[in-house]
DNA sequence: CTGTTAGCGCCTTCAG
DNA sequence: CTGAAGGCGCTAACAG
């Protein structure tokens, strides 16, 4: 069913039809003739060609996503942000795994350098990545960085990583913590030095030093979790307390006390940074600041689909404040 | 940078340059000829526009699928066989929620319509979905169903529904269990009629009968899970064993235990269909059935891209048996 | 007020 | 072995 189908079954031109469906308002039309265009298209079931459409008007109308890990249910925060306002701005989303992008011949990599994608939202972080962005940035397709910068040409959607460690961090100190460890993920990333950064001040403001050892880096995966915070456990018998900056890898974290034989949050406290539903559900419910991620993803499609987004400057969502939600993993300390 | 300007660069015809670009085998170049044309490509950064392709190729390399939540884990599973299988196949995945589909003018509806996406995997539950799928169907584009039937033109993938249930319910039976309750979800969907014959025949087949009001329907969010568990337990105070048909209203139901002062596994065991990582991290690891999520996601990229998939099959993923993966929730019944 | 035309960028014959 | 041309379906500008 093409145009000039509909055009012939009801004896008019294709331009027409494209008016009626398009419903352009300068265009006057006997009020029959439109009904019989109108019944034309209902009885044939017309609809228009998608990509006609966008060849003619050099816009697909969809906006490429790629995240790290579409099974962390952080992220799944961030694209139902971002699919909210996608459907407000007509606009779908492709949604892709950074790990698929390897691929040379990727069909996402193909839609990026063609034109095929009005936007990409990327998280950076793997050389997969910076690739796909490379190839985006010359071909000049609005881009927006999620929560790491790559570099300073492009938009960058930020948290309010800095106070949401530094909340958490402070949380522990009012408990009577002095000696609170850090299991950072995504190390080097920009929310990363942020964290670290805010956790940092909050202890320097207590006249606590945060010492450079009592960080730990890995990736936001519970067994990793488990690993990175069983080492630090080890290097540090006398840590009380421990910021974990993914609730995934808090996750790990709490099943490394278990393995040490640590009670949380008797020997061990710990808080993560992102609020999930889950989080009251565990072993140990945990405390967490909770972030604005729906907000995130909302603002990173806005951003993308708006032509006057300045290249190369940062949003910081701060539409919500960092949340302390305290549950049971954080207590005062008992040694 | 279009495929004449590249043809301009290098000195010759566009046809020549396509026929680079697309790696033709009959054709006969000069070598030099071709490099001249490969150096072009590469300084002028050029990349085939991706809508002039579709439209000439009339397909788009895209794959629409739609679930009903992306944040729900169970789903995300799916969608990462989904990915894989799309990328090997050169397809790109656009995902969407079912809940943004109510709106009219969606971007994906147009896509879905209009020949903008080569293949739609639909599962579907809602008014929406169905909407949806009418157009799909009536386009012809090749459409393939995730779980839930809706009609027996459209091809169904499914999972061993009906022996998860049993496997589970066996598992409750022989630990010496009586009185088993069915927290079930999607009411009157396929799978989950599936689940319940497969949950009848166990009890029948161990000379127990399943009681109609043994059984209560929600919706799988831990909300809901653990209202209808709720409810269920005060009505029928003599269960000793849940089976749930999903890990997340399963969550639910560990509360609702917890809310009535049960204690779980000794007053009452819980067993839920679907394994995810954090079943072993709840309040109390939850006994699962873990199935093939991940196959069939890439299965139903691959019917759906297969032009001889035949129309009103059904699928069921048997790559991998329903398993049964132990964990605390479950133990004989103290009473 | 409505129809005709040209061209978006690509690829596949068909000539040369 | 390479180039020219038509058309995929749509729409914006221009004629009628």
Redesign the pocket.
Same mark, same amino acid.
């Given at each position: 069913m093409?145009?000039?189908d509909i055009a012939k079954a009801a004896?008019? #031109?294709?331009? =027409?039809v #494209?008016r009626v =469906?398009?419903r352009?308002k300068t265009?006057?039309?006997?009020k029959e003739?439109r009904e019989r265009v109108e019944k034309a298209i209902d009885e044939l079931d017309y609809a228009?060609?998608a990509a006609?459409?966008s060849?003619?008007?050099?816009s697909s109308g969809l906006i490429a996503m790629v995240v790290h890990d579409v099974t962390n249910p952080v992220y799944g925060e961030i694209l139902r942000g971002a699919q909210q306002t996608a459907g407000t701005l007509g606009k779908a989303i492709i949604v892709s795994d950074g790990s698929h992008l390897d691929d040379r011949a990727s069909r996402l990599l193909e839609l990026i350098g063609?034109n095929g994608v009005d936007g990409l939202i990327l998280q950076a972080g793997g050389v997969n990545s910076d690739l796909v962005l490379a190839r985006a940035g010359r071909q000049s397709v609005p881009t927006v960085l999620l929560q790491a910068a790559l570099d300073t040409n492009t938009h960058l959607v930020s948290l309010p990583d800095e106070r949401a460690a530094a909340t958490a961090t402070d949380h522990l100190l009012s408990l009577g913590h002095r000696r609170i460890g850090c299991l950072a993920t995504g190390e080097g990333m920009t929310f990363t030095r942020n964290r670290e950064a805010g956790w940092r001040r909050a202890m320097r403001r207590a006249g606590r030093s945060a010492k450079a050892d009592d960080i730990v880096h890995g990736q936001p995966s519970i067994e990793d979790g488990r690993n990175c915070a069983g080492r630090l456990i080890d290097a540090h018998p006398d840590l009380t307390a421990l910021l974990c900056f993914n609730v995934v890898a808090a996750i790990g974290a709490l099943q490394a006390a278990q393995d040490k034989g640590l009670r949380v949050p008797d020997d061990l406290s710990i808080v993560a940074i992102h609020d999930i539903e889950l989080a009251d559900h565990l072993s140990v419910p945990l405390t967490t600041v909770a972030m604005p991620l729906f907000e995130m993803g909302a603002r990173a499609v806005e951003l993308v689909s708006d032509k006057s987004t300045v290249t190369g400057g940062v949003s910081v969502i701060d539409t919500r404040d960092p949340e302390l939600v305290v549950r049971a993993s954080t207590a005062a300390p008992s040694r």
């Open positions: 093409t145009i000039s004896g008019v #031109s294709p331009a =027409v #494209s =469906v398009n352009d265009l006057r039309i006997g003739t228009p060609n006609a459409r060849l003619r008007s050099a063609g």
